[in-house]
C-alpha cells in the first residue's frame, strides 16, 4: 500500500465531551444505566448539567472515533477524521481542539439554523467507571456528502464507530464508507461501542463484520452481548469466525487477540483507574497505529493495552501529550 499516504481515515460523532465527578446516587437520580451510553436532548442534558452546578466541570473535544484518532497521533501516526459540528462556540472549539492535537479536520461546519454541536456528559463514579449521557446535536445529519473519498483513498485503514448505527442517515453514510473502502483497498476496522448498541443492532453489526471488515474491536460486555452468552471464551470464538482479526478488549487482565479464529492473550498493565474513560478508544488508537506502522498485532495489542493504561491513571478520555518515546521500551 505504498499510495497511501495517512494511516487512519476515521468517522465518527463529533461530540465536546464534559467531564464530572459524581457518586451512584447520581446516576440513580437520573435513572441513568451505569457503564452504558444514553441519548438525551438538549432539555434532559441542561437538566443534569443545572444538578452539577458548582462541581468542576472538564470540556474536551471528543466522540469514540475522534479520541482513537488522537491517539494515534500521540503514538506518532497520522490521521484524518469527519465528523459534523455546527456553525457555533462547540463547534469552533472542537475543530480547534482537534487541528492543535494534530488531526486534520475539514469538514464544514453546519449551516446557521442546524440543531447544535453535540455534546457527551461523561459522569465518572469513584470505582472509575464512566456513564454518558450524550445529546448527538448536528451528529444525526453526518451524510455523505461530509465524506472526503479522495481523502479517504490515501489512507491505510478506515475507522467506524458503532456509536454511528442510532441515527439512520450516518448509519447509512458508515457503510457506504465502508463499501467504498474496500472498493479503494483502504482495510475497514469498526469498534462495537457499547453493549446497549450491540444488544439493538446485533444482526447489521454481525453482517457488516462478517462482509465488510478487516478488523473489528469490541469490549468483554459486547462481545458476550453480542454472542447472547455469559462464557467470554465461547464469545470469543463466535467472534473471531467473523473477520481477519477481532481484538476483545478485557479491562484491567489485557485483551484476546483473534486471526483467523485463533486468539492470543496479550496481558495488560498494572495500573490504579481512576477513570475508564476512553480505555477502549486510546486502545483502538495504539492497535490502529502498529498496525499502520509494521508492528503484528500481537505486538500492536500490547501498544493498545498500555495507552489503555495509561488514560485510565487520569480523568477524561485523551492522554496528556506525545507517547511515541514509550514505544520502543513497551514492545522492547
Known amino acids: 500500500m505504498t499510495d497511501k499516504q495517512v494511516d487512519v481515515f476515521g468517522v465518527g460523532n463529533a461530540l465536546v465531551d464534559i467531564l464530572a465527578m459524581v457518586n451512584d446516587d447520581f446516576l440513580t437520580k437520573h435513572q441513568l444505566d451505569k457503564g452504558g451510553m444514553s441519548l438525551c436532548d438538549s432539555d434532559a442534558q441542561a437538566a443534569l448539567l443545572n444538578d452539577l452546578e458548582g462541581e468542576l466541570l472538564e470540556m474536551k473535544s ?72 450524550t445529546n448527538l446535536g448536528v451528529s444525526i445529519d453526518l451524510d455523505n456528502d461530509d465524506i472526503d473519498y479522495d481523502a479517504l483513498a490515501k489512507c491505510k485503514y478506515c475507522y467506524i464507530e458503532g456509536y454511528l448505527w442510532d441515527p439512520e442517515i450516518p448509519r447509512a453514510t458508515s457503510i457506504k464508507v465502508m463499501e467504498k473502502a474496500k472498493e479503494l483497498g483502504v482495510k475497514v476496522s469498526f469498534t462495537f461501542s457499547d453493549p446497549f448498541l450491540v444488544s439493538r443492532y446485533a444482526v447489521d453489526f454481525r453482517r457488516v463484520a462478517k462482509e465488510l471488515c478487516d478488523v473489528v474491536f469490541c469490549n468483554a460486555d459486547e462481545a458476550r452481548h453480542f454472542c447472547q452468552t455469559d462464557s467470554l471464551d465461547a464469545a470469543v470464538v463466535e467472534i473471531g469466525q467473523l473477520c481477519d482479526l477481532v481484538f476483545v478488549t478485557d479491562g484491567p487482565h489485557g485483551c484476546r487477540v483473534v486471526r483467523s479464529g485463533n486468539a492470543t492473550h496479550i496481558p495488560g498493565f498494572s495500573v490504579k483507574a481512576l477513570d475508564t474513560v476512553g480505555a477502549g478508544d486510546a486502545f483502538a488508537g495504539g492497535v490502529l497505529f502498529g498496525l499502520t506502522n509494521g508492528y503484528s498485532p500481537e505486538q500492536s495489542a500490547k501498544w493498545g493495552n498500555y495507552l489503555a493504561a495509561q488514560v485510565v491513571t487520569i480523568h477524561g478520555a485523551r492522554l496528556p501529550g506525545e507517547m511515541t518515546s514509550e514505544l520502543a521500551k513497551v514492545l522492547a
Open 62 to 133: 471528543g466522540g469514540s472515533a475522534a479520541n482513537t484518532m488522537i491517539a494515534i497521533t500521540q503514538s506518532g501516526g497520522s490521521g484524518i477524521y469527519t465528523g459534523r459540528v455546527a456553525s457555533d462556540k462547540n463547534g469552533e472549539f472542537y475543530r480547534l481542539d482537534m487541528v492543535e492535537a494534530g488531526i486534520r479536520f475539514d469538514v464544514d461546519a453546519a449551516a446557521a439554523g442546524s440543531a447544535p454541536t453535540g455534546t457527551s456528559l461523561i459522569l465518572t463514579t469513584p470505582d472509575a467507571e464512566r456513564t454518558m449521557c
